[in-house]
């Protein structure tokens, strides 16, 4: 099983609407959890970091769930340029180690169409 | 804008040959990655740096994948001799963990990618 599992999509959505994505962990001793977004044959880059108390920033709203070790994503108002692949992160200690390693999901394609 | 440097940005080989990816980090981060991404698998980690101490390879393929940081401002990644599943997007990512914080890393700055084709 992987770390980190997304539905890969894709997610068609119109100018306007609100498309949520979520991403499931498998180590519950995960510690810092992330949105990174990557434009086609493009980098990844961070979008937002994700805290327990969950966080806004202008359209785009993260939340955690710590018991049911999920994290999910809502944009609200999707603009044309918000078409783009969407990465799950999730860091965490492995066991015997003093370091953290970041697991990226595969991603969850969303197109937002005129 | 400060930002991760990579070369080459494409490149086209035979099985056999060897391949030599470099990376240039953002000046003053202190940790160093090396991703591979395919379709099928997504994100793998293959290699990560803290200042220049090599902590986890075990993502790596040890027979034919070698990484360095020969200096703080270069990293390379080697394959030898390269083989058509080889054939990725190479990413370089740096950034910067405060000394002392044993944990996650923050922000990741990638660079553009090398984008790898063994025929």
């Known amino acids: 099983r992987k770390e980190v599992e997304q539905d890969p999509g894709p997610f068609n959505v119109p100018e306007g609407a609100t498309v949520a994505f979520n991403c499931t962990y498998s180590n519950s001793a995960s510690q810092s959890f992330f949105w990174y977004r990557q434009d086609c044959r493009k980098e990844p880059k961070l979008l937002m970091s994700v805290y327990s108390s969950g966080n806004e920033d202008g359209r785009f709203t993260a939340q955690l769930n710590r018991a049911s070790q999920y994290i999910s994503l809502l944009i609200r108002d999707s603009k044309l340029s918000d078409s783009a692949t969407y990465l799950c992160?999730?860091?965490?200690?492995?066991?015997?180690?003093?370091?953290?390693?970041?697991?990226f999901g595969r991603g969850t394609q969303l197109t937002v169409w005129p | 804008d400060a930002r991760v440097t990579q070369t080459p940005r494409h490149k086209v080989t035979e099985m056999g040959q060897e391949v030599t990816m470099r990376c240039q980090p953002i000046l003053g981060h202190n940790t160093v990655f090396w991703y591979r991404q395919t379709m099928m698998q997504g994100l793998e980690l293959l290699a990560y740096f803290r200042n220049r101490a090599p902590l986890d390879d075990s993502g790596m393929p040890k027979d034919r994948f070698s990484a360095e940081m020969p200096d703080a401002t270069l990293a390379t990644l080697k394959i030898q001799p390269s083989e058509p599943r080889d054939s990725a997007v190479y990413f370089c990512?740096?950034?910067?963990?405060?000394?002392?914080?044993?944990?996650?890393?923050?922000?990741?700055?990638f660079g553009e990618g090398s984008r790898l084709t063994v025929l």
């Open positions: 992160v999730v860091s965490f200690q492995d066991r015997g180690s003093t370091l953290g390693r970041l697991y």
């Open positions: 990512a740096s950034g910067l963990v405060p000394e002392g914080q044993a944990g996650a890393t923050g922000e990741l700055f």
